[in-house]
């Protein structure tokens, strides 16, 4: 799959002008006694005055595809925000869905898995949050999932994530970007029967019509629902819930995922947030899942993984690596 086009004419321009300018050279020049090419000194000087000239065109053209792909990426964040405003906080997604967790910036990663499973509108995709942050090429990621949801609105599902778009710069395309993180969907329910969110779950969530009374763009504070979905993890050591080590938001165990699905009518949790040795994790009876679709995240040695849910509500989890192509790890029946 290609890059973005603003992103790779804008490149591809600045490499062609970068190899004109240094592959062309003046003709018919004397040769020295030693066979090497002298040089007269006016035309030393006028080679240096044309040297010059195409390093400032180059910069100039720079300057203006740079313009061009932010205003494109302007148009498209504008565009994104309000098709994800037009969606509900609670997604209801029906099977037959493939499902990815965070994904970090590995653009690379991210066009190996989509080349291999199918794009839209042959495949459909929910995606769990974390697109950007700390990977090479978070633009590049979050500029293609923004572009796949515009295209294919009711084929590609975005979830909201707790990060924000790299470090505050008061630029306006952190801005634009961040207003389309602070309107997206919460939750999603796939099937009827599979609750998925960027963290997890939260005692406060009792019934679905609390998703209708959110108000949108919000910010994360530090209590409250909103917070729970996007940064609680499961803890297998504890019942119900106790303080996070994040110092944000809490843990929940196994009781509380028990009371959580008989509460709200599901049978299963499926979560991103944690990075795990083989790309997913499974808790408490496969009641709650981990999918983290970031193969070898910073230092890690990992695998990626993600979830395909078919028409029946058969979980079939694949794990990959960098090398690998995505292989059957587990399947979960509901």
């Not at 804008?10 to 006694?33: E, G, I, K, N, V």
């Not at 010059?52 to 100039?60: G, H, L, P, S, T």
Request: hydrophobic share 40%.
């Amino acid at each position: 799959m290609p890059a973005p086009p603003a992103i790779s004419e804008a490149s591809r321009l600045l490499q062609t002008q970068a190899m004109t300018m240094h592959t062309q050279a003046p003709t018919q020049a004397p040769m020295t006694q030693q066979g090497v090419t002298a040089i007269p000194v006016n035309a030393k000087q006028a080679l240096k005055v044309e040297r010059k000239r195409r390093i400032e065109q180059v910069n100039a053209d720079g300057k203006i595809d740079a313009l061009k792909d932010m205003q494109e990426l302007h148009a498209l964040c504008l565009r994104a925000r309000e098709r994800c405003m037009s969606e509900r906080a609670l997604l209801r997604v029906g099977a037959n869905i493939f499902i990815l967790g965070d994904i970090h910036g590995q653009f690379q990663d991210l066009k190996k898995v989509l080349s291999i499973l199918g794009l839209p509108p042959k495949r459909r995709y929910l995606f769990l949050g974390d697109y950007v942050d700390r990977g090479l090429n978070s633009l590049e990621t979050i500029t293609l999932l923004l572009a796949m949801k515009l295209r294919y609105p009711r084929r590609v599902y975005l979830l909201r994530m707790p990060n924000r778009f790299g470090k505050e710069d008061g630029s306006r395309i952190w801005t634009d970007f961040q207003h389309v993180f602070n309107v997206m969907p919460v939750s999603a329910i796939v099937g009827t029967r599979i609750f998925c969110a960027h963290g997890g779950i939260s005692q406060e969530l009792v019934d679905w019509k609390q998703f209708d009374r959110m108000v949108r763009p919000t910010d994360v504070t530090d209590v409250s629902l909103l917070t729970d979905l996007l940064w609680s993890d499961p803890c297998p050591t504890i019942e119900y819930y106790a303080e996070s080590p994040r110092n944000v938001s809490q843990v929940f165990g196994s009781k509380a995922v028990d009371e959580f699905c008989m509460r709200m009518g599901i049978d299963m949790i499926v979560r991103g947030h944690q990075a795990s040795k083989d790309g997913y994790e499974t808790f408490f009876n496969n009641r709650c899942v981990t999918i983290f679709s970031a193969p070898h995240y910073t230092d890690m040695k990992n695998r990626g993984a993600l979830m395909y849910v078919s028409t029946k509500l058969q979980c079939s989890i694949y794990c990959y690596s960098k090398a690998e192509s995505p292989q059957l790890c587990q399947t979960i029946k509901l």
